[in-house]
């Protein structure tokens, strides 16, 4: 062995002879591999897609919807709709962390792993990264009824706007600014935008910017155009489980749009159709059924019949935040026609602990 190494020489003819008698040149030769392979990851980005294999190679920036990385296969584009996920081979240990939480729906976890990045990154596409995160993150939080006004969540997603407009994740963000709009009961420009957003590439985002037209028109009080809604939704031809399920939902809220016209008895008779052939796992489409029961059967006056049908959402589908509040803010409502203060009181602290966010907070405190 020469001086100044720890290591025999490998490659002289009696070494090889022993080695290759025995499995280690094989264990060698693999831990070379991989420790080459991971060196390889380490300096390329990754775009995981929802389905295919991952892109690896320089992300170099993005337009509206759309991000552009440099393979070894030369420059691609990918469209945000088909994106699961990204990591930049520089980014901060907090960065991965954040996103990790963000996917698993733990929001403020998030946000705490993005406080501790500083300072922020220089590359242009990473900053861009960590404000859409942050904005996504906020939004979340304030539309789970979270520590986030929803006012700071929409100052949040207008600065990403202003400062990303060619964001490869801009629809998703368009889209939550639109919800929070929504929640807090400005329904005029809330349909505007949803109006805007149903014309999105992103089918996810379109089927359900088509859904949240018809709810907006609906609690507007625009009961036909609502209906009309609703109508061409049941003409969608997409197999999906998404737009399904939107087509299922779409079909409960027309209900509402029945009753809004004085046709409670034919929405009454829908409503105890689509319950009959619900399974009970299915507790978001209860959940929109009870309701559209409820409100049909409150058009009729009949009030203790609606506060049972509240109930089976209050107390048994209670999964999905907006159906939850719509059934909290009538029982509100139906305990105080019927002269029961004490359980209005008991329900609108529940409605205002939960929801303090949204709209039907706001209408029963009134």
């Known amino acids: ?25 094989l264990l060698l030769l693999a831990a070379l591999s991989s420790l080459f392979a991971d060196r390889c990851l380490a300096q390329n980005d990754t775009v995981d897609l929802k389905a295919g294999r991952p892109l690896r190679g320089t992300i170099t920036g993005s337009a509206a919807n759309v991000l552009n990385i440099e393979t070894d296969d030369g420059p691609k584009q990918v469209n945000g709709q088909d994106i699961k996920r990204i990591r930049f081979a520089d980014e901060p240990n907090e960065l991965n962390r954040a996103r990790n939480a963000f996917y698993d729906e733990n929001y403020e976890l998030t946000l705490g792993e993005l406080e501790k990045i500083s300072p922020i990154p220089e590359r242009a596409i990473i900053a861009q990264d960590i404000a859409w995160l942050k904005a996504m993150a906020n939004a979340r939080l304030s539309l789970a009824g979270g520590r986030v006004a929803p006012d700071k969540a929409i100052e949040e997603i207008k600065a990403f706007y202003g400062n990303y407009p060619d964001s490869h994740g801009l629809d998703a963000v368009l889209d939550l600014w639109a919800q929070l709009v929504f929640q807090k009961g400005e329904f005029a420009e809330s349909i505007r935008m949803f109006e805007r957003l149903a014309k999105s590439p992103w089918p996810e985002i379109s089927f359900r910017a088509q859904f949240d037209l018809g709810r907006a028109l609906l609690n507007e009080k625009k ?3 609502a209906q009309a809604v609703f109508e061409r939704i049941a003409q969608i031809s997409d197999s999906s489980d998404l737009a399904m399920q ?37 507790a978001t489409l209860l959940a929109h059924a009870y309701n559209a029961l409820g409100v049909c059967h409150l058009q ?11 109930l089976h959402t209050d107390l048994l ?30 329900t609108r602290t529940k409605l205002m602990d939960r929801y303090r966010n949204s709209f039907w907070a706001a209408s029963a405190s009134q």
């Open 1 to 25: 062995m020469k001086p100044g190494f720890g290591l025999p020489n490998l490659f002289a003819a009696p070494a090889i002879r022993k080695l290759a008698s025995r499995p280690a040149i």
């Open 223 to 225: 009961y036909p155009e």
């Open 246 to 282: 939107i087509r299922q939902l779409a079909e409960c809220l027309k209900i509402e749009t029945l009753a809004g016209q004085g046709k409670a008895d034919e929405g009454l008779a829908a409503a105890r159709t689509i319950i009959a052939n619900t399974s009970v796992r299915n």
């Open 300 to 310: 009729k006056g009949e009030f203790k019949e609606a506060s049972r049908a509240f």
């Open 317 to 346: 589908f209670s999964t999905d935040p907006y159906t939850h509040a719509q059934s909290l803010a009538n029982l509100v409502a139906i305990w105080q026609k019927l002269e029961r203060n004490d359980r209005a009181v008991e």
